[in-house]
């Protein structure tokens, strides 16, 4: 991976770095310096190097007190030799974690959210408004239902993947009883995106 002609490196972090700054900071309420002057650059030779770069940062909003950061969240099995903490209460205090998202409801929106095995055979109880995250076609499946949304019509892993966080975030903005998701197959990039759902209905 190479800039694109015209760009040099140093203007690209630059520009990241300002940007993040001022998002941070204003999330924060803070001021000032966010980023430390000086990148961290390695070249990474083997693939133990690899995963310790990886371990560094993952660490980093964890050493920086950024307890629920959104965007981490790995499990053992997907080639970063990272294994899986136990599963531990949403008040629990944490214990053995290296990374937030390890924590099991670190996915968690704040409507509850319950996994189901084959929509068709589940109806919407009538005095609640339940949201639907659909991996399935199946048009009859759908009745009932406030709000649907599908990871993917053509139920492509790659594109599931990249909607999912928002379409979990679309269903819990509009204040609804329940989401309930469709579980769909745990193979390949399936596993990550049902270890997401399953952390999500902790």
């Not at 133990?48 to 050493?63: G, L, T």
Request: hydrophobic share 35%; with cysteine; charged share 25%.
């Amino acid at each position: 991976m190479r800039p694109m002609t015209g760009h040099i490196l140093s203007d690209i972090l630059h520009t990241w770095k300002s940007f993040t700054a001022q998002r941070a900071n204003q999330l924060l309420h803070r001021r000032g310096k966010f980023w430390q002057p000086e990148s961290y650059d390695h070249l990474v030779r083997t693939e133990q190097d690899f995963q310790n770069q990886i371990r560094y940062v993952i660490q980093n909003p964890v050493k920086a007190g950024l307890r629920s950061w959104l965007w981490v969240g790995v499990r053992g099995g997907d080639g970063l030799g990272f294994q899986r903490s136990e599963s531990i209460g949403r008040d629990a205090e944490p214990t053995g974690i290296c990374a937030p998202g390890q924590l099991p409801s670190h996915y968690a929106p704040k409507t509850p959210l319950r996994l189901i095995d084959e929509a068709e055979r589940y109806s919407p109880p009538k005095n609640q408004r339940v949201g639907f995250l659909a991996w399935s076609n199946r048009v009859g499946s759908r009745e009932g239902f406030a709000a649907v949304r599908n990871l993917s019509a053509r139920q492509d892993l790659r594109e599931a993947a990249a909607n999912l966080f928002r379409h979990l975030r679309e269903l819990d903005a509009l204040g609804l009883d329940l989401i309930v998701a469709e579980r769909i197959s745990s193979r390949g990039l399936g596993a990550a995106i049902m270890d997401r759902l399953e952390r999500a209905s902790h």
